[in-house]
């Protein structure tokens, strides 16, 4: 390898490594601009949006302006679906502290189905925002097709909950890394395992 290669190459590294920090930068911008409460789904999809445009190939982008559409367009959406599973992961954490609570007290199917409910949410989680940005249909559709997705591609789904745990652990070691690589990370990497089965799927549909 010559030197004009080794600059081509550390030029791209680089180039990727801006741009990656500026979604995160722009995650967190747009997550205050909607005081936080209603920006932070969205600013979540259009990370999602832009992360899904660069696995399909298109890596010459305009990435501020690609993030600002995606949000605005999916601004309602965002914010009913990822309230929706807010609110229901906060029903299932007041579940969890009353079987706490009452564990000796309660028989043994109680603990086990909801361990079985929450091992779905879980799911549900990790798939229904790569779904949001990549398909459109329905509420029921977008929760069915991530449950059935989650299970029969088990492999992604267990890679994209080590991505999400992988950047949350060296978010909390490396705290200075949160505003440039955290979010961004996430996004790219659960996109990245979520196209390989939606590429799929699309080839089987056409």
Known sequence: MNGSQIVLSLD????????IAAINLLWFYYTLIGLCIGGVFPATLAALGVSRKWIMGNTDINIRKTFKQIYREEFLRSNLMGWFLTIIGGILYLNYLAIRNASEELLFVIPFAFYFILFFYIIVVLWVFPLLAHYQTTWFAYIRHAIIIGLTNMHYTL???LVVFSV??????????????????ATIGCMWFSMQTFRQLDERTN
């Open 12 to 19: 791209r590294v680089l180039r990727w490594i801006v741009q």
């Open 159 to 161: 890679a994209s909950g």
């Open 168 to 185: 949350v652990y060296f978010s909390l070691d490396f705290p200075g890394l949160i505003p440039f690589f955290s979010v961004s990370l």
